[in-house]
């Protein structure tokens, strides 16, 4: 797989690698994504990144990225600070979003929601439970005897209307899906400010 696609949003350009070898991983901040809400404010590159899966800045200089599958990343901008954020199901039930939506000015913020699994059928389980804890069953279709939760629509109510959704991992056979096929495969999506 070959780099993929670079987008240019108001105080962000985001680029996505379909293979971890063409990423200069040398100038990419990347945490370790423990499936947690914390989130590291990057100030000087050497910051712990074993318990996080979110980070921010305001250093101009510094390029933050994520690994995913299925989980949302979604990059944010308000022209003065950027950030990125690892999203899976548990993010969403600990408030990942709104924590990082809320390190940002909201006159000014930019959201771009980089390729993932928009629905996925779950269990009555723990993550079920969690889920229902968080959104109630707004997000839940239960017919068919099967439980499918639409991980898009719980997502885009926490953002901004103008939030730009990208396509989905399990018909884009380009990117990885745990999912689809059950691959350790990962792409990662990047942000920094853009070039003066």
Request: hydrophobic share 35%.
């Amino acid at each position: 797989m070959e780099h993929g696609t670079s987008l240019d949003f108001p105080g962000m350009h985001v680029e996505l690698y379909l293979s971890a070898d063409t990423v200069p991983s040398d100038a990419i901040v990347i945490p370790k994504l423990p499936h947690e809400a914390t989130i590291t404010d990057i100030r000087t590159g050497t910051e712990d990144l074993s318990n996080c899966d979110a980070l921010t800045t305001e250093d101009r200089s510094k390029t933050l990225g994520i690994k995913t599958a299925d989980c949302a990343p979604v990059c944010m901008s308000d022209e003065t600070r950027i950030g990125i954020a690892h999203i899976g199901w548990r993010g969403l039930c600990l408030g990942l979003v709104e924590k990082m939506r809320d390190r940002f000015s909201q006159d000014s913020l930019q959201v771009y929601v980089a390729p993932f699994l928009n629905s996925f059928e779950i269990k009555k389980d723990f993550c079920y439970e969690q889920i229902v804890e968080k959104c109630g069953t707004t997000f839940l279709d239960e017919s068919g005897g099967r439980i499918i939760f639409d991980f898009k629509a719980a997502i885009a109510v926490l953002l901004p209307r103008e939030t730009v959704f990208d396509l989905r991992t399990t018909e884009n056979l380009s990117f990885p899906s745990y999912r689809r096929d059950k691959t350790t495969e990962r792409y990662i999506t990047t942000v920094r400010f853009p070039s003066v």
